[in-house]
């Protein structure tokens, strides 16, 4: 019997690459969708048909109807806002119940995590990190100190278990002097409305179904949240995001041997952008960058919040490609710079020192971006369907790019569709 393959695909930039739509694009060749990591800070935005809809645990595969999809045990869950997001699904004539199976040891988003998520937030001050307030640290401070409350814990004696939980959490936000509890009972209410809604849903070992999916000859596509320099490990600490976004999260977010793990799809867009605090060396400060915010609708699919956005930096594509070992590189958002006459891309840093690196530094809040400025194309490229129509200016662009970091582009995206997207040959 064969066995089925198991491709991995992720962001290399600060999350908002547009994973969901190449998901969406690629599930055709796969039986099963797995997400890995993260909760509902992500939201993966699809436009087909002329709908738009925006995922934020739910694996972006529902949309095709024969596709089983697992939230992993990686994912860390909040069942309000699933219960919300499943049932805004099935409103538009996505059946989810029959091909939707959660992990029993994916963490469970508390409300009171939520509350612990604006204390230790706003304990910071003037470091804070910018985080989403959805409670996604908290879960996973909590997974990793032993204490969480898992979806499997559902299924017997859960009132006793989510009560000495809360009075856990109650105690720390004392020892915080926190007191705004504003709105906690009503959403706890819901929240408990979400618990009765998940208990529908196939509640699976899905590292041990997963792996017998892969015995059985499925293929398996992986999905990541976020980006890579959002991992808690290899991002721009402590900046970053509270679990493993890289290719390496597959394997503990699902239970997958690293020998299983065949392509790995990278995804970038032709230039850069990040939310909320942290650095960014080649942020644009000026009527660029927000030319490529409003051009871009660069926005956060969840919070609506302004992304800030500059060049291409292949430094730290450059290091986001080794960390995950990229077999293949997508390009996102091409269209954006259809109207720029000159084009920049950082290959290097000049450190404080003065010394020019091409490496990724240990930190990279004073480095100085160096650019090499390309030719713009200056054409519309959102209604082309085939690499042959691209102007020499962009391919020539394309050829750098793959120079530079010697991979690879595989698929090129010229606008929000799913038609809107080039398949390149090797």
């Known amino acids: 019997m064969n066995s089925g393959k198991v491709d991995v695909l992720l962001g290399l930039q600060w999350g908002d690459e547009g994973k969901g739509k190449i998901v969406d694009v690629l599930t055709p060749s796969y039986d099963v969708v797995a997400r890995f990591q993260g909760g509902p800070n992500a939201g993966h935005t699809l436009e087909f048909e002329g709908q738009k809809y925006v995922l934020r645990s739910i694996p972006s595969g529902v949309f095709q109807g024969d596709k089983i999809n697992i939230i992993g045990n990686g994912v860390v869950l909040a069942p309000d806002l699933f219960m919300d997001e499943a049932k805004d699904l099935e409103k538009s004539g996505h059946e989810l119940c029959s091909r939707l199976h959660i992990s029993s040891k994916a963490h469970l988003i508390m409300p009171t995590h939520r509350i612990l998520d604006s204390a230790l937030e706003s304990a910071k001050g003037k470091d804070k990190v910018g985080t989403t307030g959805k409670g996604i640290g908290p879960t996973y401070t909590d997974k990793v100190s032993r204490n969480g409350l898992r979806v499997g814990d559902i299924l017997e004696n859960f009132d006793e278990k989510y009560a000495a939980h809360k009075e856990r959490h109650m105690q720390m936000l004392a020892s915080l002097g926190w007191t705004n509890f504003e709105g906690l009972e009503e959403t706890e209410k819901k929240w408990m409305e979400g618990i009765d809604y998940l208990r529908q849903f196939q509640i699976v070992d899905s590292e041990h179904e997963i792996n017998r999916l892969i015995r059985n000859g499925n293929n398996i596509l992986c999905e990541g949240a976020q980006g890579t320099m959002l991992d808690v490990d290899f991002g721009s600490y402590p900046f970053v995001t509270s679990s493993n976004t890289i290719c390496a999260g597959a394997c503990t977010g699902l239970g997958i041997g690293p020998n299983k793990i065949g392509n790995v799809y990278g995804i970038t867009k032709a230039y850069c952008t990040r939310v909320g605090a ?132 595989g698929i090129i995206s010229i606008g929000p569709d799913r038609k809107q997207t080039i398949v390149r040959k090797k």
């Open 278 to 409: 942290g650095p960014f060396p080649t942020e644009l400060f000026d009527e660029t960058g927000k030319r490529l915010r409003d051009i871009g609708h660069e926005y956060g699919a969840v919070t609506g919040r302004e992304r800030r956005c500059g060049w291409i930096d292949l430094v730290q594509l450059r290091y986001s490609v080794m960390i995950n070992g990229v077999t293949e590189l997508i390009m996102m958002k091409n269209d954006v710079l259809d109207g720029f006459d000159t084009i920049k891309a950082c290959v290097a840093y000049e450190l404080p020192n003065g010394e020019i690196t091409r490496d990724f530094p240990y930190e990279i809040d004073n480095v100085k971006p160096v650019y090499k400025e390309l030719k713009g194309w200056n054409v519309d490229m959102t209604k082309f369907n085939d690499e042959t129509q691209f102007p020499q200016t962009f391919k020539d662009y394309i050829d750098f790019l793959e120079t530079e970091l010697e991979t690879h582009i």
